[in-house]
Nanobody, 122 residues
Framework: QVQLVESGGGSVQAGGSLRLSCVAS????????MGWFRQAPGKEREGVAR???????YYGDPVKGRFTITLDNAKNTLYLQMNSLKPEDTAMYSC????????????????WGQGTQVTVSS
């Protein structure tokens, strides 16, 4: 049974920081593709950050320079450090991992967690 469990979400003021975690069980995230996605009410899900199997990191344009994706192989955990948060970052954040990568859309076929809510106030 492959499970991905996110944590670390919460409510913060604009300009604040949060670090999200995604703990995987039954699967080694580090050997495959992994990434973070978000979806705000009334919006389509968008890619936030990902590490493809070749090790190359990609960020969505709205978060470049503010968010950082990292991997702790020993803990089988993926992180998303979010700094300088803005109200428009408010969304449900989910992690995904699996053998599919090379594009944001390819991740739809990977395993997914349930998500953690991030709310940023002005």
């Amino acid at each position: 049974q492959v499970q991905l469990v996110e944590s670390g979400g919460g409510s913060v003021q604009a300009g604040g920081s949060l670090r999200l975690s995604c703990v995987a069980s039954g699967y080694k995230i580090s050997t495959n593709c992994m990434g973070w996605f978000r979806q705000a009410p009334g919006k389509e899900r968008e890619g936030v950050a990902r590490i493809d199997s070749d090790g190359i990191i990609y960020y969505g344009d709205p978060v470049k320079g503010r968010f950082t994706i990292t991997l702790d192989n020993a803990k089988n955990t993926l992180y998303l450090q979010m700094n300088s948060l803005k109200p428009e970052d408010t969304a449900m954040y989910s992690c995904a991992a699996g053998p599919y990568g090379g594009s944001w859309r390819a991740y739809e076929s990977n395993w997914w967690g349930q998500g953690t809510q991030v709310t940023v106030s002005s």
